[in-house]
């Protein structure tokens, strides 16, 4: 980790997020690095295996958008169809973890 970064007290996860050269990848870091740095809770470390959904999902997005796949298999229709219940879980986590922190 860089010195400035130290100094700032800018936490390792919220560097790496701005360090990571896989933009496929970086839209998943909200809910992990910088959801960590703006209420202390990540999804990545508390709630992996929803994460994990919501990096599929994200990288199923990414064919379709930037490599123009629409065609889906059954199988993976089914997936998607299953992996966005699991968004749902996800956001109704983070939900809750904000309720709590409100005074």
Do not use: C
């Not at 970086?26 to 929803?50: A, C, F, K, Q, W």
């Not at 930037?66 to 219940?85: A, P, T, V």
């Amino acid at each position: 980790m860089s010195r400035i970064a130290v100094k700032q007290k800018i936490s390792k996860k919220f560097l790496d997020y701005f360090t990571d050269h896989e933009p496929e990848i970086r839209t998943i870091r909200y809910y992990g690095p910088i959801l960590h740095l703006v209420i202390g809770h990540s999804l990545e470390d508390e709630r992996n295996e929803l994460y994990k959904v919501i990096e599929r999902i994200f990288m199923k997005r990414n064919k379709i958008m930037h490599e123009g796949k629409w065609q889906l298999s059954r199988d993976e229709h089914s997936e998607i169809k299953k992996d966005l219940f699991s968004v749902q879980e996800a956001f109704s986590w983070v939900t809750n973890i904000v309720k709590e922190l409100k005074p």
